[in-house]
């Protein structure tokens, strides 16, 4: 039931085909791809050539965090990378109802993501527009941070919007997810959970993705 993302900013990039096909083999659900531009968060990683690359080597869906300004101007690259999955952030767009629907209208599945000081109201009415809500649990930006606590509640009252409303949405959460706080992450109500340092950063990276899941 519960999926895990891992998160590529946390391998060695010195070798990043062989560190995604670790996780492939290793259990992953899909793969998660920070795209950060320096600008609507304060770090640099990787862009659509990247990604590209990276869809020769793997089969997994790609899960592709868009953490820029102007999203917009690059969803078509990252749809021709090979994208499954593109999420936006809705701090960084004034239409997300069109931005969502650009995405979707090429067949790429669709997600909103939402800073810890973001408030869910912010994204209720283009709910029935999206297949996957992000709740960030750290501010975004870097890897290694400690899961901020409130945003359980958070997980919480998203999972009751989408009850009430009867939709299709899932909850991803990302950022500080280890094996202490994803079992009150998935309790809340998340069936996505995105680790970077705590599978990468571990001797054994199936075994980490199994107890995740909680499957150890
Ligand atoms: C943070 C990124 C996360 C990050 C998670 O801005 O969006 O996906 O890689 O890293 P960990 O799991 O180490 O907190
Ligand atoms: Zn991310």
Do not use: C, W
């Not at 290793?26 to 990604?51: E, K, R, S």
């Not at 080597?57 to 790609?62: A, E, N, T």
């Not at 952030?89 to 995405?103: D, G, K, N, V, Y």
Request: charged share 15%; proline share 6%; aromatic share 4%.
């Amino acid at each position: 039931m519960v999926k895990i993302a891992p998160s590529l900013l946390a391998a060695d990039f010195t070798r990043l085909a062989e560190e995604v096909l670790k996780v492939e083999q290793g259990g992953a659900d899909l793969l998660h791809l920070d795209i950060m531009d320096g600008h609507f968060v304060p770090n640099l990683t990787f862009g659509a050539p990247v990604v590209a690359a990276l869809r020769q080597v793997s089969k997994l869906p790609f899960d592709v965090h868009l953490m820029i300004t102007n999203p917009q101007d690059h969803i078509n690259a990252f749809i021709k990378a090979g994208a499954d999955l593109i999420t936006v952030h809705a701090e960084t767009h004034p239409h997300l109802h069109r931005l969502l629907q650009t995405i979707k209208d090429q067949g790429v599945r669709a997600g909103i993501a939402l800073n810890p000081s973001t408030p869910l109201v912010t994204i209720e009415e283009v709910l029935p527009y999206v297949d996957m809500v992000l709740l960030m649990s750290v501010n975004p930006g870097f890897g290694g941070q400690q899961f901020i606590s409130t945003v359980l509640d958070k997980i919480r009252r998203l999972r009751q919007m989408i009850t009430e409303r009867n939709l299709p949405v899932v909850i991803e959460v990302d950022g500080g997810i280890n094996a202490e706080t994803a079992p009150a992450v998935i309790a809340a109500g998340a069936t996505i959970l995105v680790a970077g340092s705590a599978v990468y950063g571990a001797v054994d990276a199936a075994q980490a993705i199994a107890s995740l899941k909680g499957l150890d």
